[in-house]
């Protein structure tokens, strides 16, 4: 008989920027091993602030992170640059909302993810060129090399946002977030996003963190969500258990905002 999955990271902190009032304020929050969670607030809420501390990023805003992040074992607040080096793009990973953006214009997609590659890449382990085929399939884009051939600007917005997550995801993260990964998207293409994030979260035991003000996105994928407001939690559950009964006022009025469209009259 197995018990519940392992805590593979535990936030406990507060964040904030130089000369203002803390943006996070005393955050309690814990991922477990192959978990969906859902991370949902309103545009100012500190959603991108906790991403940013989790992957010890923040000082690159001109942000300060005090507390704990118990990853794995390791309290990386206390760890080095260099051992988060280590971590980063290894055991934990990120996605960002902008793709195209997020991808070097000048260089053809196969290099970037070379790079991306050699950076952690185990001497003893398979190759670059035998892990393409499989990675690119993975995040459902062609395996036959011909996508690799192109610059990022000859790609759909769909397929950069792929890319990112084949980057993101080659050295099998324990531990993968997703900041808006969703916002730049149709509707079509997102649903398909979403799908692939369950995915790979079921096949690789990946706990997944996935950030958005889309309620009904993160209703669709994640098994638990958290509501922040303020740069507080106000309520953290099973999605099921918050979407029939929320207990929080905010979480309420989340709710009430999401549109109900009547299919018989379009309204």
Request: with cysteine; hydrophobic share 40%; charged share 20%.
């Given at each position: 008989?197995?018990?519940?999955?392992?805590?593979?990271?535990?936030?406990?902190?507060?964040?904030?920027?130089?000369?203002?009032?803390?943006?996070?304020?005393?955050?309690?929050?814990d991922i477990a091993e192959g978990e969906t969670l859902g991370l949902v607030g309103e545009s100012g809420s500190g959603k991108s602030t906790l991403a940013l501390a989790l992957m010890r990023l923040l000082h690159l805003k001109g942000g300060t992170v005090t507390g704990k992040i118990d990853f794995q074992g390791r309290d990386l607040l206390a760890m080095s640059e260099a051992g988060m080096r280590?971590?980063?793009?290894?055991?934990?990973?990120?996605?960002?909302?902008?793709?195209?953006?997020?991808?070097?214009?000048?260089?053809?997609?196969?290099?970037?993810?070379?790079?991306?590659?050699?950076?952690?890449?185990?001497?003893?382990?398979?190759?670059?060129?035998?892990?393409?085929?499989?990675?690119?399939?993975?995040?459902?884009?062609?395996?036959?090399?011909?996508?690799?051939?192109?610059?990022?600007?000859?790609?759909?917005?769909?397929?950069a946002q792929?890319?990112?997550?084949?980057m993101a995801v080659m050295h099998?993260?324990?531990l993968l977030i997703a900041d808006e990964p969703t916002s730049a998207l149709d509707i079509i293409t997102q649903r398909e996003v979403l799908y692939l994030f369950s995915r790979l979260s079921t096949q690789r035991n990946m706990a997944l963190l996935f950030i958005s003000h889309d309620l009904p996105a993160v209703?669709?994928?994640?098994?638990?969500?958290?509501?922040i407001r303020n740069g507080e939690i106000?309520?953290?559950?099973?999605?099921?258990?918050?979407?029939?009964?929320?207990?929080?006022?905010?979480?309420?009025?989340?709710?009430?905002?999401?549109?109900?469209?009547?299919?018989?009259?379009?309204r």
């Open positions: 008989m197995t018990g519940p999955p392992a805590t593979i990271c535990s936030l406990r902190l507060t964040a904030g920027y130089t000369g203002q009032a803390p943006v996070l304020k005393d955050i309690a929050l280590g971590i980063r793009g290894n055991r934990m990973a990120m996605v960002l909302q902008s793709p195209l953006a997020s991808l070097n214009p000048a260089m053809r997609l196969r290099r970037q993810l070379e790079e991306a590659w050699r950076i952690h890449a185990d001497p003893e382990g398979p190759s670059f060129e035998q892990q393409i085929p499989e990675l690119m399939s993975s995040v459902m884009l062609p395996n036959d090399g011909s996508l690799l051939h192109r610059y990022p600007r000859e790609l759909s917005v769909g397929q792929r890319m990112l997550i084949a099998r993260p324990a209703a669709t994928l994640c098994a638990r969500m958290a509501i106000v309520e953290c559950a099973p999605t099921k258990q918050i979407l029939a009964a929320p207990q929080h006022e905010y979480t309420k009025q989340l709710l009430a905002s999401v549109p109900k469209i009547d299919f018989a009259t379009g």
